[in-house]
């Protein structure tokens, strides 16, 4: 994308802020986002307003408005157009999308009378104006339309590494507020790209629910997995065993050093930190099992608990020693999922109790839509390629490792 550069002398701010601050923000916020679009404009031409260079690949014909419906009102975008080939911006993709959840599910707690007049009067700060019944039902539909079609999708790429976990928000059912669980899995492809490869509501993480999700990810085309990565929830695990017999599990380290630290003295707790990460960054399972022992040796006598719970749960935690060392950092525990979860109760928070469950699906299912537009356009790239066309060669170890964590389930 074409560098971006916002200026507003001092004066100027001091000026917007002076007069009215709701004006002001939407003054800003309406000058950022045009500077945007010329921007976009600029990248997608491959040259500025009157920049005469061999690469252009098309040029302007003049500008439309558009009103923008964001938190702090409506504001006025000038979108360009191309002559030849059409101007594309993820403004109003990305942004607009969350926004109209948002709207839709704060309209919907009016609407259904289960909201008070600070939610009403928030609803109305956020939209400028109020809405009728018919128009957020079809504000609505044609949300659940996009979000439908991202969750449903069928999965053609082969994702080697997946990782899932869940988190939960208050919904309103039959008169009473409920908890409702969001799962969510995040697959890396073998372009080494993350993607949200599936997600669903449902009321609890029992053994059944995990599994009918990770059953709905294997019948919409998930394949050539070669490792899952969560945290220890026994449903989890056994809908792992079920769904995917043949796939190891790598317990996240993150959340199984907070499992022994949980039962060691808190006076031991840093050091055995500390040591717990020297074990994680061995260079191959026989040296991190020595460490292993060696931590057991050290604290068994004052922390008896923390390291049965460290021997017990040891092999699941180092699965990801079967892969090259430069990948295991990035496979070892569900960190990023756990920030996305961050993200999903931030947007959440000012909706705080969902009118229903289509609503807790529409506006996290957008959110999540916009995170994944975020991964796919990331330059980042995890791993080599040959890294994973090398993977294949694992799998007598990774199914052997599956069997007898499969084994040790069963005992």
């Known amino acids: 994308m074409a560098q971006l550069h916002i200026t507003l002398n001092?004066?100027?701010?001091?000026?917007?802020?002076s007069e009215n601050r709701d004006d002001a923000f939407r003054t800003l916020l309406q000058f950022a986002l045009n500077s945007i679009l010329k921007a976009e404009s600029s990248a997608q031409l491959n040259a500025e307003p009157y920049e005469r260079t061999d690469f252009r690949t098309d040029s302007r014909n003049g500008s439309r408005e558009r009103l923008f419906t964001t938190r702090i009102g409506k504001i006025t975008l000038t979108v360009p157009r191309h002559r030849n080939q059409p101007f594309h911006t993820m403004i109003f993709d990305n942004y607009q999308r969350a926004e109209a959840a948002l709207i839709a599910t704060m309209a919907e707690m009016v609407i259904t009378g289960v909201s008070t007049r600070k939610v009403k009067r928030v609803m109305e700060t956020l939209c400028g104006t109020s809405f009728s019944k018919s128009t957020v039902s079809e504000v609505c539909k044609e949300l659940d339309k996009e979000v439908h079609k991202f969750q449903n999708r069928q999965l053609t790429d082969r994702y080697p590494f997946v990782m899932v976990d869940a988190t939960y928000f208050k919904v309103r059912e039959n008169h009473r507020v409920t908890s409702k669980a969001l799962m969510v899995a995040i697959g890396t492809s073998e372009e080494a790209k993350r993607e949200i490869i599936g997600f669903g509501v449902y009321d609890s993480e029992t053994k059944n629910s995990w599994q009918d999700f990770l059953n709905s990810l294997k019948k919409r085309g998930l394949q050539g997995v070669k490792m899952i990565t969560s945290d220890a929830h026994e449903g989890i695990i056994y809908a792992i065993g079920k769904v995917f017999p043949d796939v190891p599990w790598q317990r996240c380290q993150t959340h199984f050093s907070r499992n022994v630290m949980d039962y060691a003295p808190k006076q031991y707790q840093t050091a055995l930190h500390d040591a717990l990460h020297e074990m994680y960054n061995c260079k191959t399972i026989e040296a991190a099992r020595k460490k292993r022992d060696e931590i057991i040796s050290?604290?068994?006598?004052?922390?008896?608990?923390?390291?049965?719970?460290?021997d017990n749960g040891f092999e699941t935690a180092m699965t990801?020693?079967?892969f090259p060392q430069s990948m295991r950092r990035y496979l070892r525990t569900s960190n990023h999922l756990e920030r996305l979860n961050k993200e999903l109760k931030r947007r959440s928070d000012v909706i705080g109790i969902f009118p229903n469950t289509e609503s807790l699906n529409r506006l996290m299912g957008s959110v999540l839509l916009e995170e994944n537009d975020k991964y796919l356009a990331a330059s980042c790239v995890r791993f080599r390629k040959e890294e994973l066309a090398d993977l294949?060669?694992?799998?007598?170890?990774?199914?052997?490792?599956?069997?007898e964590q499969q084994k040790l389930l069963a005992a």
Request: one cysteine or more.
């Open 392 to 403: 294949d060669s694992l799998d007598l170890r990774l199914r052997n490792a599956a069997r």
């Open 320 to 322: 990801v020693m079967i």
């Open 298 to 310: 050290e604290y068994g006598d004052v922390a008896e608990k923390a390291v049965q719970c460290l």
């Open 10 to 17: 001092q004066e100027e701010i001091l000026l917007l802020l």
